[in-house]
């Protein structure tokens, strides 16, 4: 992932530079400290996964700078998530600054943590976005390709079931989101009269077996009364004594 910030107070951008340099798959991060820098840098805006926009850039004779910016960028690439930092709490500024088209809006100051998470946030669930475009669904290792039909965990295929691929489909589609047992039934077992409980049940431990090899059949967690989740959690075999 590639990173510009654009940024008039260049401590905090070194904090920002630090924060994100801890994280491996951050191969890039720019910064810019002024409107005249920002021109330099702007031929090769494209290369760039997310951009922070400080709204209140130098030189201040103007107090637009930094939408000038948003709208630059937009002109090179208007699919870029913009984030921008600025003092002003107000729902007017805010409101502008979602109508120019950027994706977040943070108040200074700056919290380097929850910088942290949005900027992720946002990055993986554009590059999800792009992945499902071309019929690919991840989850962090694993991988399903709806032109060929299988699952991978990083390389390794996984066999499954017919019912099973379904299911862990579903998953797949809506991670870290409960799927309720009638959604269940609604998408896999549509045309099945019978005991819906146990029939869920039996297959749900179905996957569970066919992921134990992998390390991750805890990914599917039951949640009582609601449905079931895939959500990556450290493994705690008292919780799966049955696996």
Known sequence: MNILIIEDDVFLCEK???AFRKIDYINLISTVHCMST?????????????ILVDLEIPPYTRRDHGYEIIDRIHEKNPNIPIIVFSGKNDIDAIQKAFFSGVTDYIIKPVRLKELEVRVLHI????????????????????????????????????????????????????????????????????????????????????????????????????????????????????RYPWL
């Open 38 to 50: 920002f021109t330099d840098i702007y031929t090769n805006i494209e290369i760039y996964d997310v």
């Open 123 to 238: 990055f993986h669930s554009r590059k999800q976005e792009k992945r499902c475009e071309q019929g690919i669904y991840t989850y962090y290792e694993i991988v399903y390709n709806s032109e060929s039909h299988t699952f991978l965990y990083g390389n390794i295929p996984i066999f499954l079931s017919k019912k099973s691929k379904h299911i862990l489909l579903l998953f797949l589609k809506s991670p870290e989101k409960i799927i309720k047992k009638t959604e269940l039934i609604e998408k896999i077992w549509w045309d099945y009269e019978g005991d819906f409980s146990r029939k869920i049940g039996v297959s749900i431990h179905r996957l569970r077996r066919s992921l134990c090899p992998f390390g991750i059949s805890h990914w599917i967690e039951n949640m009582p009364g609601e449905g079931y989740m895939m959500r990556r959690q450290n493994y705690d075999s008292s």
């Open 16 to 18: 920002m530079v630090s």
